[in-house]
T-cell receptor
Framework: GDSVTQKQGQVTLSEDDFLFINCTYS??????LLWYVQYPGQGPQLLLK?????NKGISRGFEATYDKGTTSFHLQKASVQESDSAVYFC????????????FGKGTHLHVLP | DAGVTQTPRHEVAEKGQTIILKCEPV?????LFWYRQTKIQGLELLSY????????DGGAFKDRFKAEMLNSSFSTLKIQPTEPKDSAVYLC???????????FGSGTRLTVL
């Protein structure tokens, strides 16, 4: 079945550090890949979305590239700020008619001032 | 525009009680989702409505969990009877169509004693 793997449960960085959160996926379809961000006390919010039509998503300084060869969808940011501290979820929607989102377990990012 | 509104923000129940959680989706959205979020299991889909019709009733959850959508702007999730293992954050999300762009509410944190 479809699956998403985020192995990093927690990442701690200092301000201006480079962020890299690993995400790999498994599916037999041509999915839409997503990153959600969840701040304390809030629900997840969509950060960026990539479909088979466009390989890269960019939003608020974050970037993710859809690599079918390695089945990866890593999240990157050149310089993190304390306000980026949150939980980041990688997710997969198998096709445009699907209603089930396959979420990863999430990576808790803690940015030190 | 108003986002997804969930009430109450916090709920404390005794084991065996009935609780009802409420959700108002984004105006104009056709699809509504109920999720449960825990640290161990992550985000789990409980129910899914399309244009007020129940499309997914949560499989393993349907025993004590019942979601209803009385009109296009209001949904409830009833848990009856509650058990301590139901302690979690319950999230409501809506979308115009499908699962590619979900708008989540801030959730209801349920504690069952």
């Amino acid at each position: 079945g479809d699956s998403v793997t985020q192995k990093q449960g927690q990442v701690t960085l200092s301000e201006d550090d480079f962020l890299f959160i690993n995400c790999t996926y498994s599916t037999t379809t041509y999915p839409t890949l997503l990153w959600y961000v969840q701040y304390p006390g809030q629900g997840p919010q969509l950060l960026l979305k990539v479909t088979t039509a466009n390989n890269k998503g960019i939003s608020r300084g974050f970037e993710a590239t859809y690599d079918k060869g390695t089945t990866s969808f890593h999240l990157q940011k050149a310089s993190v700020q304390e306000s980026d501290s949150a939980v980041y979820f990688c997710a997969l929607v198998p096709d445009t008619n699907a209603y089930k989102v396959i979420f990863g377990k999430g990576t808790h990012l803690h940015v030190l001032p | 525009d108003a986002g997804v509104t969930q009430t109450p923000r916090h709920e404390v129940a005794e084991k065996g009680q009935t609780i009802i959680l409420k959700c108002e989706p984004v105006s104009g959205h056709n699809d509504l989702f109920w999720y449960r979020q825990t640290k161990i299991q992550g985000l789990e889909l409980l129910s899914y409505f399309r244009s007020k019709s129940l499309m997914e009733d949560g499989g393993a959850f349907k025993d004590r969990f019942k979601a209803e959508m009385l009109n296009s702007s209001f949904s409830t999730l009833k848990i009856q009877p509650t058990e301590p293992k139901d302690s979690a954050v319950y999230l409501c999300a809506s979308s115009f169509r499908g699962a590619e762009t979900l708008y989540f509410g801030s959730g209801t944190r349920l504690t069952v004693l």
